[in-house]
């Protein structure tokens, strides 16, 4: 079972200011099937990123994926009031699972 | 329009038992994975397992095999989460998701609304 790490836990940004998000993985994702989710309080998670790099439909070009094996980041380039919420990483492929997840707040 | 509607709120005792639905619209019910997430209060999303409705095939993840069953009726296009005894430690809020494609190595495209199951004496 792969088990994947996040960090930070927390992250204190203004707006405007640039995120960096990490995930890392006990072992290699297979086929890069690693993906970025964005929570708000009081709702379903929603699709950010898939294939570790591609931008799910109506994802603002502002978030962007990148890494392999098993180190990702997923990038905020310029945070947006509505941006601020918890970010989950989750790897797809036998034996699904998701990071502990990051929670962005306001500095 | 792909819609994943959840059954409501439950409030039950330990020990009992409940089965919890999600029912497909908009899209061929038997051609996608259906997975169930949990999220205890305050924390993560979990991987309970998945379901693909066209032949009922059913994975679970290893810390939830043999807590939770998962199934599907196709004919009305239902997946369902079910505990024969409730714990406390069951108390979170439960997703059913629609994966993005027909296989099975795909992310989460869809969300149901969630279920809230509240388990207390």
């Known amino acids: 079972e792969i088990v994947l790490t996040q960090s930070p836990g927390t992250l204190f940004l203004s707006p405007g200011e640039r995120a960096t998000l990490s995930c890392r993985a006990s072992q290699s994702v297979s086929s890069n099937y690693l993906a970025w989710y964005q929570q708000k309080p009081g709702q379903a998670p929603r699709l950010l990123i898939y294939?570790?790099?591609d931008r799910a439909t109506g994802i603002p070009d502002r978030f962007s994926g990148s890494g392999s094996g098993t180190d990702f980041t997923l990038t905020i380039s310029r945070l947006e009031p509505e941006d601020f919420a918890v970010y989950y990483c989750q790897q797809y492929g036998s034996s699904p699972g998701f990071g502990q997840g990051t929670k962005v707040e306001i500095k | 329009e792909v819609q994943l509607v959840q059954s409501g709120a439950e409030v039950k005792k330990p020990g009992e038992s409940l089965k919890v639905s999600c029912t497909g619209s908009g899209y061929s019910f038997t051609s996608y994975w259906i997975a169930w997430v949990r999220q205890m209060p305050g924390k993560g999303l979990e991987w309970l397992g998945r379901i693909y409705p066209g032949d009922s095939d059913t994975r679970y993840s290893p810390s939830s095999q043999g807590q939770v069953t998962i199934s599907a009726d196709r004919s009305i296009s239902t997946t369902y989460l079910q505990w024969s005894s409730l714990k406390a430690s069951d108390t979170a809020m439960y997703y059913c998701a629609r994966l993005g494609g027909a296989g099975g190595y795909h992310p989460v495209y869809y969300w149901g609304q969630g279920t809230l199951v509240t388990v207390s004496s």
């Open positions: 294939a570790a790099s």
